[in-house]
């Protein structure tokens, strides 16, 4: 197996909040390698000397922002086309 542990597979934006999906290679119970998906949600933001951070505190404006592309990721892991 190709090796993708901590390469993002997805990253849905709304605004400034981000959801990104990883792959991480884990082998199950039985010894076998297969790949698992999470997620993480954060927001970018400029600091007072202009430099680019990310946070995990969303503002009340960020909720709705959040819920969005919390729902896309949710879709991307979990809706298979056929």
């Known amino acids: 197996m190709e090796n993708k542990e901590n390469k993002p597979v997805k990253k849905f934006r709304?605004?400034?909040?981000?959801?990104?999906?990883?792959?991480?290679?884990i082998k199950d119970k039985d010894g076998k390698e297969k790949f698992i998906q999470s997620a993480t949600l954060?927001?970018?933001?400029?600091?007072?000397?202009?430099?680019?951070?990310t946070t995990s505190n969303l503002g009340a404006s960020d909720l709705n922002k959040?819920?969005?592309?919390?729902q896309k990721?949710?879709?991307?892991?979990?809706?298979?086309?056929e």
């Open 73 to 81: 990721a949710n879709e991307f892991c979990n809706v298979k086309e």
């Open 42 to 53: 954060e927001k970018s933001y400029t600091d007072k000397d202009g430099n680019w951070k």
């Open 14 to 25: 709304s605004g400034q909040v981000t959801a990104t999906i990883w792959e991480n290679l």
């Open 66 to 70: 959040a819920l969005l592309v919390l």
